[in-house]
């Protein structure tokens, strides 16, 4: 029997963000709501992370940055420099101490039209943590056995009885596609880009997920536009063969989050 292996899953850091995952170098002042969030967060999200030990695979599922913010003219960024995004999104790799990792890119308005950051940030990973990195748009990593297929986008829904849909028809789609030889047949299947987490599928055939973000309550255009849950956290996995493998979800809880109403 293969030797147990453990897999990291995160996505949608949107790091650079006044709610996105921010290590305590570039964390805002306590004074301000914005900065106690970054710490709440980040305190989450270390203390996870820690909590699994070796990590075989890290699964990076696209927009680690946030961008320039081009749509609100940067009022949400701590910074619109690049490079110290970048920066950011590598620190938060370096506390897992992945051996691997494999990332997907993310939406361009947020890594880049023309400059993809995520590339940069992949090569970054790989001189300065000196680990192995694979980055594309659509990736499938075999795991003892196990087939990740990995992308960062997928359709959500307005209904919350509509968002298990869209894995179940990521999970037929790889069926054609893999039927005329153009893709391997997934096992498991991870999308992000919703910032929520479901899950479904079948114990025989497929798990099909999206996974939860690493970007907070607070941005203007979830505030404005959106109604549904936002699910703050990670995922992993511990795979020891074809078909045998458990996994988990670690959500921060509502109850740490501070209540959205206004006192009169």
């Known amino acids: ?84 995004q970048v920066g950011m999104a590598i620190e938060c790799v370096r506390i897992a101490r992945p051996k691997q990792v494999v990332m997907t890119f993310g939406t361009p308005y947020h890594t880049g039209d023309s400059d993809r950051w995520e590339a940069i940030l992949a090569e970054m990973l790989r001189t300065e943590l000196g680990i192995p990195v694979k980055i594309g748009p659509h990736e499938s990593v075999d795991v003892n056995g196990v087939v990740f297929d990995c992308k960062h986008k997928i359709g959500g829904s307005s209904v919350p009885h509509g968002r298990h849909t869209a894995g179940a028809r990521t999970a037929l789609w790889n069926m054609i596609w893999s039927g005329v030889g153009q893709r391997p047949p997934g096992d498991i299947f991870l999308r992000s880009h919703v910032h929520y987490c479901v899950y479904e599928g079948d114990p025989l055939l497929y798990l099909a997920m999206t996974l939860p973000a690493l970007q907070g309550l607070g941005d203007e255009y ?35 989050v501070p209540e959205q109403i206004t006192k009169v």
């Open 222 to 256: 979830g505030s404005t536009q959106c109604e549904n849950l936002v699910h703050f956290g990670i995922v992993y996995f511990d795979v020891r063969g074809k078909g045998d493998y458990d996994w988990h979800t670690r959500i921060l809880p509502w109850s740490m």
């Open 1 to 84: 029997m293969a030797k147990r292996k453990r897999v990291l899953a995160i996505g949608d850091l949107h790091c650079g963000h006044h709610f996105g995952l921010t290590p305590p170098e570039y964390q805002e002042s306590q004074k301000l709501p914005r900065g106690r969030m970054q710490r709440l967060y980040w305190k989450f999200y270390e203390t996870e992370v820690k909590r699994l030990g070796a990590i075989d695979l890290l699964v990076l599922n696209g927009d680690a940055v946030d961008g320039k913010g081009k749509h609100t003219s940067a009022r949400e960024q701590i910074t619109t420099d690049m490079f110290e």
